[in-house]
């Protein structure tokens, strides 16, 4: 006779659960329009990165497209990495990349980079998402910078994880509705390159051992930048934000409605007066994660035997 166990019932629902978190299959990619009126945006969604719960780009992209299928005349595509299908990029008002930078970035080979640059110089809108805003010194930086309005160099720019008090500063639409947040223990880059033209949106004081540059040190006690937008004077607009480090940081109100906020600025769509929708469910953080490998345990040393005693 078969006996029920509940202890094995439940090791069983956790196993299915975890199974279920990496399952992305439910994620429809690179769908187009086929209503031109709707305003398309496209999400490039990073490779796996960095450790469970963290770099959680595929997921990340996954809830933004979520919530921009809430805001009216939005018609949203997600792709991994770059569109196979390069005509989903067509039309485009805003092109969102969450992903690893320091020349990973996924269209930083000559082919993508002319496609895109052909897409911003005619007026898309340009979102970077935490570690995309890193880019080797070069002409292509500079490029991003007029797109966006800074660029990480590690010849100024500092990164690293620690407690944050984030605030909301100036009236750009991008702020609207955000309201000051604390986001403990997320990753962060700040003291980047910034141009004339950017706007601080989200500042915020950053521990003081955590200036590793030279020039860093010289800004002791003043707020970090840690969002921001730029306007280009031909019209495209750009916005980056260096967190969203930390998966679970998607859950903070604040955080959803400043990036969803954002993306619709750039796509020169307008923003609510309290700011976007994001509806929001505790669950939806635990769906669609990368199945990542977790690293090698390290080695325990191990202990000379203690001499013997006569």
Same mark, same amino acid.
């Given at each position: 006779?078969?006996?029920?166990?509940?202890?094995?019932?439940?090791?069983?629902?956790?196993?299915?659960?975890?199974?279920?978190?990496?399952?992305?299959?439910?994620?429809?990619?690179?769908?187009?329009?086929?209503?031109?009126?709707?305003?398309?945006?496209?999400?490039?969604?990073?490779?796996?990165?960095?450790?469970?719960?963290?770099?959680?780009?595929?997921?990340?992209?996954?809830?933004?497209?979520?919530?921009?299928?809430?805001?009216?005349?939005?018609?949203?595509?997600?792709?991994?990495?770059?569109?196979?299908?390069?005509?989903?990029?067509? &039309?485009?008002?805003?092109?969102?990349?969450?992903?690893?930078?320091?020349?990973?970035?996924?269209?930083?080979?000559?082919?993508?980079?002319?496609?895109?640059?052909?897409?911003?110089?005619?007026?898309?809108?340009?979102?970077?998402?935490?570690?995309?805003?890193?880019?080797?010194?070069?002409?292509?930086?500079?490029?991003?910078?007029?797109?966006?309005?800074?660029?990480?160099?590690?010849?100024?720019?500092?990164?690293?994880?620690?407690?944050?008090?984030?605030?909301?500063?100036?009236?750009?639409?991008?702020?609207?509705?955000?309201?000051?947040?604390?986001?403990? &223990?997320? &990753?962060?880059?700040?003291?980047?390159?910034?141009?004339?033209?950017?706007?601080?949106?989200?500042?915020?004081?950053?521990?003081?051992?955590?200036?590793?540059?030279?020039?860093?040190?010289?800004?002791?006690?003043?707020?970090?930048?840690?969002?921001?937008?730029?306007?280009?004077?031909?019209?495209?607009?750009?916005?980056?934000?260096?967190?969203?480090?930390?998966?679970?940081?998607?859950?903070?109100?604040?955080?959803?409605?400043?990036?969803?906020?954002?993306?619709?600025?750039?796509?020169?769509?307008?923003?609510?007066?309290?700011?976007?929708?994001?509806?929001?469910?505790?669950?939806?953080?635990?769906?669609?994660?990368?199945?990542?490998?977790?690293?090698?345990?390290?080695?325990?040393?191990?202990?000379?035997?203690?001499?013997?005693?006569?």
């Amino acid at each position: 006779m078969k006996i029920f166990s509940p202890l094995l019932a439940l090791c069983f629902a956790a196993r299915l659960f975890a199974a279920d978190s990496f399952d992305q299959s439910g994620v429809a990619l690179e769908v187009d329009s086929t209503d031109a009126k709707l305003a398309k945006i496209v999400l490039l969604a990073g490779t796996p990165s960095s450790k469970s719960g963290a770099h959680e780009y595929f997921a990340g992209c996954a809830l933004l497209l979520q919530w921009l299928k809430e805001q009216p005349g939005v018609w949203p595509v997600m792709a991994r990495e770059w569109p196979k299908n390069e005509k989903i990029l067509e &039309g485009a008002k805003a092109i969102v990349y969450f992903g690893d930078g320091g020349g990973k970035q996924p269209f930083v080979n000559p082919e993508r980079w002319a496609k895109l640059t052909k897409m911003i110089d005619g007026g898309a809108g340009f979102v970077l998402l935490h570690q995309a805003v890193d880019f080797p010194k070069g002409p292509d930086a500079e490029k991003v910078m007029d797109w966006v309005g800074g660029v990480f160099h590690g010849d100024i720019g500092c990164r690293g994880h620690w407690d944050m008090d984030l605030k909301p500063t100036g009236e750009h639409p991008v702020v609207r509705g955000v309201k000051p947040f604390a986001a403990p &223990g997320d &990753g962060w880059l700040y003291n980047l390159h910034f141009g004339s033209a950017t706007k601080p949106l989200l500042v915020g004081q950053v521990p003081e051992k955590s200036r590793s540059s030279v020039d860093a040190k010289k800004h002791a006690g003043r707020d970090e930048v840690i969002a921001w937008a730029s306007e280009r004077p031909s019209g495209g607009r750009g916005f980056g934000f260096t967190g969203a480090d930390l998966h679970k940081s998607w859950g903070y109100q604040s955080q959803r409605k400043l990036v969803v906020n954002a993306i619709l600025w750039t796509a020169k769509l307008d923003v609510p007066e309290g700011g976007a929708k994001t509806t929001f469910i505790e669950a939806d953080l635990s769906k669609n994660l990368d199945k990542k490998t977790a690293p090698p345990a390290k080695a325990t040393p191990k202990t000379a035997p203690k001499p013997s005693v006569k």
